[in-house]
């Protein structure tokens, strides 16, 4: 029984021990999940003291979630539905007047803004993000094909033109850059139905609205063909295209607005685009002439560019005919310095010389001709014999000196040689030399007088035989060479 006794009290104490140890086991956790407990809003009390993020914050582009800028009080087009709260999607940006449309999830409607009224959503780690709407995505997501369906439906002649244009335009940012929306709305029926509305506008009667559909009708076509092999087929076989080239016509009255011969040239670009059954189907249907005619235009250079570009692109019997259109010199006079305030005109023309040049050697030489004979044009047009002119204010030491020249002396050009050496007849200075480079036209109104201008003109002969005034002849031109 002792034994037992003692065994039972070892037992008891043993017991003991443990629920002690596990006790204060149990309270160090509940002072260490004490201790942590607060870290998250520690956390987050101290985020605002971290100094903020070097890097510049994220342009507005498609497809970004953005919202309007807290420090906007009114927006350029008006709140509307909108909110400074509110996150949506961008799915078109227009870089030519900074304005873009935002597809927010509660709104029934694209809204427009200005892209400077807004600001990306960069989603924070530690908190949730607000996103308005975001319990409902899910459902949208599904109910995505009846939205495509409901819009198809009233591109329909049972639709304002008001309500035809908008359908039609919302289409078009819905598919911009979105492979799965364009293959749906394509199933959805759209294709045929866009196609009508550029056909609508045949008649007689040629309103604001008309052309107001048949713009947007043009523009989502070009959306739903960019990139979309199957679209660029549905969209062609549909007939399209001769629809298409009518619209580059400007003397058509539906093309009163720019920005119809614009998508239509694009959306002609677009389903030329590595689909070589569509190039020559709209070279067949005279897309060429047109496209040339408005490449001389400041408006539609870019696009018509763009266009030419795409339909000769691989495609050797369209970079023969667009080059025999006169397409080569119209391009590479796109280049020239008249055109340093277009760039998009610039890169245009340059990517489209690319195209009708590549593994085209007749092309790939009349390109380098255009290109020297517009440099010699364009140094002729700026510098000829009887020109009036001037050193130029960036030159400040001439290749044969000064002599009593300087840069207000107004002379004129009297010889110009092949090596860009020019002799200048000046008022008190007979037969200057000088480097072509050296010198600018003076233009109408600048210094000098009709009168000197008529008397050196008359001595210019004269001078061809003079010696420099800045102590040069024409042999010591040669050495100075």
């Known amino acids: ?35 942590l407990g607060d870290v998250r809003g520690l956390l987050l009390e101290r985020l605002p003291e971290r100094p903020p993020p070097s890097r510049t914050p994220p342009a507005v582009a498609v497809g970004q979630r953005v919202r309007v800028r807290s420090d906007v009080e009114e927006p350029v087009f008006g709140w509307g539905a909108a909110t400074n709260g509110v996150i949506g999607t961008v799915r078109r940006v227009t870089a030519v007047d900074g304005t873009c449309l935002i597809d927010f999830p509660r709104l029934s409607k694209l809204w427009w803004s200005k892209l400077d009224e807004l600001e990306v959503v960069v989603p924070d780690l530690l908190e949730d993000e607000i996103y308005e709407g975001a319990e409902e995505e899910g459902k949208e997501e599904d109910n995505g094909a009846n939205r495509i369906a409901g819009l198809v439906q009233l591109l329909g002649p049972q639709s304002s033109s008001v309500e035809q244009a908008d359908a039609a ?17 394509a199933a959805a029926g759209a294709i045929p139905a866009l196609v009508q509305l550029l056909h609508d506008c045949d008649g007689s009667v040629r309103s604001s609205s ?14 739903l063909a960019a990139g979309h092999a199957q679209n660029q087929t549905a969209i062609a076989d549909a007939g399209a295209i001769p629809a298409l080239v009518k619209l580059l016509d400007k003397d058509v009255d539906i093309c009163a607005d720019i920005c119809v011969q614009k998508e239509a040239a694009f959306t002609l670009s677009s389903l030329a685009h590595e689909h070589v059954q569509n190039q020559t189907t709209i070279v067949a249907a005279g897309a060429i002439p047109a496209l040339m005619e408005l490449l001389g235009s400041r408006a539609y250079a870019a696009q018509a560019a763009r266009a030419l570009g795409s339909l000769a692109a691989s495609h050797a019997q369209n970079q023969t005919v667009i080059a025999d259109a006169g397409a080569i010199p119209a ?37 380098v001709d255009a290109t020297a004979a517009a440099k010699e044009e364009e140094l002729a047009a700026t510098l000829q014999v009887g020109k009036r002119v001037r050193v130029r204010r960036d030159c400040f030491e001439p290749a044969y000196e000064w002599g009593e020249v300087d840069h207000d002396s107004v002379g004129v050009v009297v010889r110009m040689d092949d090596d860009g050496h020019c002799l200048v007849d000046l008022p008190d200075v007979k037969g200057w030399h000088a480097m072509m480079e050296e010198m600018q036209v003076v233009v109408d109104g600048e210094e000098g007088t009709e009168g000197e201008e008529e008397r050196q003109g008359e001595e210019k002969m004269e001078g061809e035989e003079l010696s420099g005034g800045n102590g040069k002849d024409d042999g010591e031109k040669g050495d100075a060479a």
Not at 7 to 35: D, F, K, N, Y
Not at 210 to 223: I, K, M, R, Y
């Open 1 to 35: 029984m002792d034994m037992t006794s003692r065994a039972l009290e070892s037992l008891v104490g043993s017991s003991q021990r443990t629920e002690a140890l596990l006790a204060e086991g149990l309270a160090a956790l509940q002072q260490v999940a004490e201790g």
């Open 169 to 185: 335009n919302e289409l078009g940012c819905m598919a911009h850059g979105d492979a799965q929306k364009k293959t749906a709305i």
């Open 210 to 223: 008309c052309w107001a559909v048949t713009e947007c009708a043009a523009g989502a076509l070009g959306s």
């Open 331 to 367: 391009l590479v006079e796109l280049l020239g310095s008249a055109w340093d305030d277009s760039p998009d005109v610039q890169e245009a023309a340059s990517a489209a010389l690319d195209s009708l040049s590549a593994g085209h050697m007749q092309n790939l030489a009349a390109v």
